[in-house]
């Protein structure tokens, strides 16, 4: 059996307009009825006017006294002038009586002589009144008048009576009324055309849905608003937010203060403090498509999309942390590194193996010893240059793994001799990971300004790094032999985006970027120069606490330069060896990289 299926509710368009219509409707039917009614009363009260004045006029009349007093027979004279007042007058009957109410004038000759049909007391009192009475013609509004035989004062000798039929009445008034429907039926039409026009907007705005399905979309709106991570937001036309949900405050750091929503809706975006090209993407009127911007702490993914409809009326905008996914890339990418750094140092030590081998198979065993011992000292040298200088783990490893890496590019990378940084000097206010980054991108960039030094014909390339500490200033700073900055581009250098060189399958300009993002961090400062050996000069100045100095422990060993067994140069039991660095450096490279949003990092 099957049931007739139940219509679903009319869209919320359809329901104001049936309601719309419904109301248009009573409100023209409810003044056309008043305006009936008004009509009809004023009718009326204007037959009873018209119908007094002529009966006083009779009244009044010297012919009709006299022959009231003096003829035998008044129906004689007065029904011709009676008829003749009721036709000039335009009134239905002219009724002339005696105060007993005997008729001497009717329009119907039969009713003369018979008794008058209706009130007369009042007249008979003196006074004139109208009313509405059905007598020998109908229901019909008469008015009724005494006739006095000496003027006002004179005694009363007969009676008039003067009226309009109803039906008259109504003949005039249906004139106004087909004109009032008239009118009436074209303001319903009227109103239903406009409500139509106006109901069709309201339906493509609403797209055809009801007021439940409204109510339900925005609670599902409202739901997914506060339940997605990433951050959303609505510009309207003249950039000012429109909505911004909780992800959105949290990544753009314009979370309210307890002054509610009112605080961020309804503001222009160049009014949130956002980084100027953050909020120049976001007045973009060009859409934007995976864009990296940096705030204050966090690595964004920015993507705009204009909404129009024949005329711009806003921007939507996502915005996606990617710090963290960032970070794991920069982890892939340092395995990667590692990687091809073991490769090349297997091939190279495979190299050394074959010429010790062979050393030893042509019986010139003292000179394979002396070739492997001067590859070990070389090795030695390097990791005691460069933990003396940095005795600070992390960077020390940092450092180590990134002379190996320039090595491989044909850089060569030597720390100063004005560094010196002992191990323990860094507060824990200053993470090892955000010196990572600015130690790291500021080398890499370095690296890659020196490679192209030597590809150009510019001769030997080298990047120099020096870390010190200078009046409670931590102080980093790292040059090379590359073309410099000019010095127009000496604060656009550090904007994300702004590159000297190719765009790379990571991206290029964001690791200054982010390195002035962690000297903010720490309210540090960071500036360009022009090196002493003619490339650029990037310098990292931080505020370090005032401590008490440390209390220096002198060495109790100290293995003599000259002791039985060594080739590389003596050290004291303090100095780190490579093996005590090696696990350090790995943890320090895969940071390093975690930092860098996009590797290279380079301007």
């Avoid at 002589?113 to 009192?125: D, I, N, T």
């Avoid at 222009?268 to 993407?281: D, R």
């Avoid at 090349?344 to 050394?352: C, G, L, M, T």
């Avoid at 980093?476 to 550090?494: N, Y």
């Amino acid at each position: 059996m099957r049931f007739p299926r139940v219509p679903g509710p009319r869209s919320l368009a359809a329901q104001l307009f049936a309601m719309q219509a419904v109301l248009i409707a009573v409100v023209v039917a409810g003044c056309a009825l008043f305006t009936y009614l008004s009509d009809r009363t004023q009718a009326e009260d204007a037959a009873g006017r018209q119908a007094m004045a002529v009966a006083r006029s009779v009244a009044d009349a010297p012919s009709v006294r006299e022959a009231i007093l003096t003829a035998p027979e008044p129906t004689a004279l007065l029904q011709p002038y009676a008829l003749q007042v009721q036709h000039h007058t335009d009134v239905d009957f002219i009724t002339i009586m005696d105060p007993e109410g005997i008729r001497w004038t009717h329009p119907d000759k039969a009713q003369i002589g018979q008794r008058f049909l209706g009130h007369r007391e009042r007249a008979l009192r003196g006074e004139s009144f109208t009313e509405v009475f059905s007598g020998t013609l109908g229901p019909s509004v008469r008015a009724v008048t005494p006739i006095r035989a000496g003027g006002a004062d004179g005694e009363i000798i007969g009676l008039v009576s003067a009226g309009i039929r109803v039906e008259e009445i109504t003949a005039r008034v249906q004139d106004q009324v087909t004109a009032l429907f008239g009118v009436a039926a074209g303001a319903l039409a009227l109103g239903a055309v406009g409500t139509y026009v106006i109901n069709a907007r309201l339906r493509r705005h609403t797209h055809g849905m009801n007021a439940a399905e409204l109510s339900r979309m925005h609670d599902y709106h409202q739901a997914a608003l506060h339940a997605v991570r990433e951050g959303l937001l609505m510009l309207d036309g003249q950039y000012k937010v429109a909505l911004m949900n909780d992800g959105g405050r949290e990544l753009l750091g314009v979370l309210d203060d307890g002054k509610g929503e009112g605080e961020v809706v309804g503001r222009s975006v160049a009014e949130l403090g956002l980084p100027a090209p953050l909020t120049g993407a976001l007045l973009s009127a060009e859409p934007r498509v995976d864009e990296v911007h940096l705030t204050a702490d966090r690595v964004l993914v920015v993507n705009t999309s204009p909404v129009s409809s024949g005329e711009r009326r806003g921007t939507v905008v996502t915005l996606r942390d990617v710090t963290e996914l960032q970070s794991l890339m920069g982890e892939l990418d340092s395995e990667r590194g590692f990687t091809q750094a073991l490769r090349s140092q297997a091939h190279e030590a495979a190299n050394r193996l074959h010429t010790v081998v062979s050393l030893i198979e042509l019986g010139r065993a003292p000179e394979a010893v002396d070739f492997a011992t001067a590859e070990l000292e070389l090795a030695q040298a390097l990791t005691d240059q460069v933990v003396a200088a940095v005795s600070e783990p992390v960077l020390a490893a940092l450092l180590l793994g990134k002379t190996a890496q320039a090595n491989e590019r044909g850089v060569e990378l030597v720390v100063s001799e004005d560094s010196s940084l002992d191990d323990g000097l860094l507060p824990d206010t200053l993470p090892s990971r955000d010196l990572v980054t600015i130690l790291g991108n500021l080398i890499d960039n370095a690296v890659d300004a020196a490679q192209g030094s030597v590809e150009g014909g510019m001769g030997a390339s080298r990047v120099t790094v020096t870390a010190l500490t200078e009046d409670s200033l931590l102080v980093l700073r790292v040059s090379d032999t590359g073309a410099g900055v000019d010095p127009a581009h000496a604060e656009a250098v550090f904007q994300r985006g702004f590159t000297t060189k190719p765009a790379g399958p990571g991206g290029r300009g964001l690791g200054l970027a982010l390195v002035r993002q962690a000297v903010a961090r720490h309210d540090g400062t960071l500036t360009v120069a022009e090196a002493a050996c003619g490339g650029a000069e990037f310098e990292v100045r931080l505020p370090l606490p005032k401590v008490a100095a440390p209390v220096v422990v002198p060495a109790s060993v100290v293995v003599p330069a000259n002791a039985p067994g060594r080739h590389a140069p003596a050290r004291s039991t303090t100095t780190k060896s490579a093996a005590d660095i090696a696990e350090p450096a790995k943890h320090a490279e895969t940071t390093e990289h975690a930092e860098h949003a996009l590797p290279g990092g380079d301007v």
